[in-house]
């Protein structure tokens, strides 16, 4: 890649707007890419549907990005996406693509040094258990919790709310309680779900000395980072951050609190149409 060549386009997924703390993460780590992120808020929550019915779901977002928004790497920035999914859309489009789980399993392993590892994530992303694969096949011992409430606590605006402080305490005191009747000694907790990043200082602040939180979304940036090597460098000359945002229902509620998940402003989202 030369001075003069195009930057790369990065297509970003979700099921909905949570995925923009990975676009967040990206940017910050590859400011002179261009960016696609879609989120396909006409059929979330992915949670309750079939292994089948997500695949279709994320494939046609997929497609959509390199076909019609010119993605070069897709990053995957939904975990049940990336937990039910990830070879089906990787066998439909003819681009690298990158989950989260993997990155999170990665960040985790390398931060831990006694190998026991939690993660809390919403019921569907536990009860695929992806995140124990990928530990287990690190070598990590892991123990994962469902923690139901914290997103929508994430979407009420509640990021520093005595409330949801203390249902992150409640959360990790379960939690380490299943760890300690496994007679674990936990060093590492990895945020399996996009809306946490934005709850990252009263999870930090909850967790016991020498636990180091693992953020999930920048483990991915990072990964993201490493395949497009140069990128930085071959683009210096740019001067903004392109990214276009669209959305497959609710364009008003992804304006308003994209903002929010992106840290700046979401710009005019565009309405897509990806069928039932």
């Not at 279709?56 to 996406?81: D, K, M, P």
């Not at 530990?135 to 709310?161: F, M």
């Amino acid at each position: 890649m030369t001075g003069a060549a195009t930057p790369p386009t990065i297509g970003v997924f979700d099921s909905g707007f949570g995925g923009l703390t990975v676009l967040r993460a990206l940017i910050d780590r590859l400011p002179h890419a261009r960016y696609a992120f879609i989120g396909d808020t006409a059929r979330l929550p992915y949670g309750s549907k079939s292994r089948r019915t997500i695949a279709r779901y994320a494939i046609e977002s997929a497609q959509f990005l390199v076909h019609e928004q010119g993605a070069e790497f897709l990053v995957i920035a939904c975990n049940t996406a990336s937990a039910l999914a990830l070879d089906a859309i990787r066998d439909s489009v003819p681009v690298p693509v990158l989950g989260v789980i993997e990155p999170g399993a990665e960040a985790a392993r390398a931060a831990s040094h006694t190998g026991d590892v939690l993660v809390i994530a919403t019921d569907a992303t536990v009860q695929s258990h992806a995140y124990t694969a990928a530990c287990h096949a690190r070598g990590l011992r892991v123990i994962e919790k469902a923690c139901p409430l914290l997103v929508p606590l994430v979407e009420e605006g509640w990021t520093d709310h005595p409330v949801t402080a203390e249902v992150i305490r409640i959360y990790l005191d379960e939690l380490n309680a299943a760890a300690a009747s496994q007679h674990m000694q936990p060093d590492a907790l990895v945020l399996g779900c996009t809306h946490y990043p934005l709850l990252r200082s009263l999870i930090q602040s909850s967790v016991a000395p020498g636990v180091q939180v693992i953020d999930s979304a920048a483990a991915a940036a990072e990964a993201a980072a490493r395949s497009f090597p140069g990128v930085l460098a071959a683009q210096a000359g740019e001067e903004h951050t392109i990214i276009r945002c669209f959305a497959t229902d609710s364009v008003e509620k992804f304006e308003r609190l994209g903002s929010r998940f992106l840290g700046r402003p979401v710009g005019e989202v565009g309405l897509v149409d990806l069928g039932g």
